[in-house]
């Protein structure tokens, strides 16, 4: 066989129909995979099977991968139970910690050649199937941290199915990973939480006055605290480290408040977090917020009348470009706004010649 | 006079055209307010005027009311200027603290029979004028703090002015106001920051790592430092006292992570702060992120192809409702997606009857 016959995926199993779980077999289901469907729990499989996600695994049908999608710390172990059964020809994980469920998968004999451990940066603070998108991992992020053991047919399978997923596939040790997702997922959703606490012993004023900013904030701090703290279990040290961090940034800032609040001092030390906090933000690559960053964006100028953006998305229509997501943006107070058309990055070309061609204002 | 004309606001000078004075003057504009525009920046207050926030201020024109837009520290100050000048017949602010101008005004000697402090809960991580919205404020809090000295008068023009921009007029103590946006917005601020400086020094496979999540918690964090620091130093005592019970919370979480990194002691602990902060986002009113609060939503079955959104928009058009904002969600993996539209409350039963009559599925 080749090695593009060894990346082909015809069938997966999904062990674990949460909202991961169920997001890869819908956008399976979408490329024609075959998708069989398990979970301990037989509803969030009837659930994941009635949002079209797949068919029922007898545990009969051997697949050509088995994607794992059980909480970190049982996926060794989940690993084993179906690498024993010859479930699949290849395996992977979905698991937001790797160095835990690689170490206990060695400690139990698994086989590490047809293993590759992954995971898709794509959470939402919703779980289950019936939060499972099948676009939920487009554009985004998706570790994958093959061993030496791991065959090179494996390697290229789970990179099959991360752009079966539409996800971008980032190869990276284990270890590493772990440490990053620490800074980037794991001691946020701390510190989410540490500051969301501090509303549910606030007055109902205090909450009267929440903006956007703690909204934002707060968003993920609405997760499900068991599976998180698992998460957490799995990945204790690199999180401690960077939660200690955290801890003394938020205590010099206090300590400058309250010695500011007594004889006015500097307040230098507070400017200089925020300061790095403008740098932290800059890093972050894509924009913040609004959809997947495989999206293009077409901007067209708009009267801020009933009809005017009918008249604007017919047209867009009739150039046969399918619109993924509007936002509309009322700049000013002028009788304009801004739509913004949020299309793939192919038709955007399409779409702005196709609307100028009616009359549309499209600048740039 | 009755009443009622006391609290007619014919036309308003606006000193400070950043984000939130040059929000104010759009948002006047389109409710046919004359609005006199002043900033030490002169171009600032030219692109405020090119967006059509309204004419320069000569400082003669004698205005109904003046919004004093400055940061906190320059309020008092400012508004002692104006009421020299006998510049309004009332006078408010919108600086995030509310306590220190008070204190501020009083001891340089305003006048505040005719002075109410106020403050939209309403930032964007953008500032300046460029950044304005004549809808930023729509169905947003705003506070405002009048004291025993204030006349009816006054508080009734301020209470205008809030309706006149779309916000939510919330009465409330100076002091109690500071206490407040120290939990649900200075703070909170303070820690995006903290969040976001551990991104300033992280590798860049922990960025290229980023998902959804630390973009939300980190986004307030990109503001003007210089700006916040101002903001921070006027509610000194109540945001230290905040980041010491997040300090708290965040130190205990890492003692407990290391010490299970050392002899898997019990996470009890970190669940219940995660149980503590799921039960902080719920009280948060209304839905995360999404327009303001004031829109109705009406959601929409529509099968994900070109020109079925063209279709639907088209319909809602022809019932004669604007559409203020639009998200699609694309569910599932069948070829369904719902559309949410967002309109204005009173419109919303006659986009759902109109749509319906035009054989659109509008569930609920």
Redesign the interface.
Known sequence: MTPIEDAGIGSVVVVGTGLIGTSI???L??RDVRVFLADRDAGAVRLARE???GEDWTGEQRADLAVVAVPPQFVAQQLLDLQKRDSARFYTDVASVKALPLAQAAQLGCDLTTYVAGHP???R?RSGPAA????LFLG??W?YCPTDEASPRAVAAVERLISLCGGNA?R?DAA??D???A???H??????????????E??E???????????????????D??L??GI??GN??P??E??????D???A???S??A??GDGAA?GQ??D??????????????K??GPARTYAVVQVLIG????????L??????T???????????????ELGAAELYVRPEAAEALTHGLRERGWQVPG
Do not use: C, Y
């Not at 960077?242 to 801890?247: D, R």
């Not at 977090?273 to 894509?286: A, D, E, K």
């Open positions: 077999a819908l956008a289901r979408q949002l079209g996600a940066l794509a959470g603070e499972a998108r099948a676009d985004r992020p570790a980032v990276v590493e990973h440490r990053a997702v800074v980037v997922s001691a946020p959703h701390v510190t989410a939480a540490a500051v969301a606490a501090r509303l549910a606030a007055s004023t205090a909450l009267g006055l929440s903006g956007q900013g703690v909204r934002d904030v707060t968003r993920i701090a609405a997760s605290p068991a998180w703290t957490l279990e204790a040290l999180v401690a960077v939660l200690e961090a955290l801890v940034d938020l205590s800032a206090a300590r408040l309250r500011l609040a307040m507070v400017t977090l925020l300061s790095r906090g403008v740098r932290g933000t800059g890093r972050i690559p894509g913040h917020g801020d009348r009933p009809g005017e953006l009918a008249r998305v017919q047209a867009a229509g009739e046969g470009v399918n619109i993924e997501d509007i936002r509309l943006e009322h700049a000013t107070g002028l």
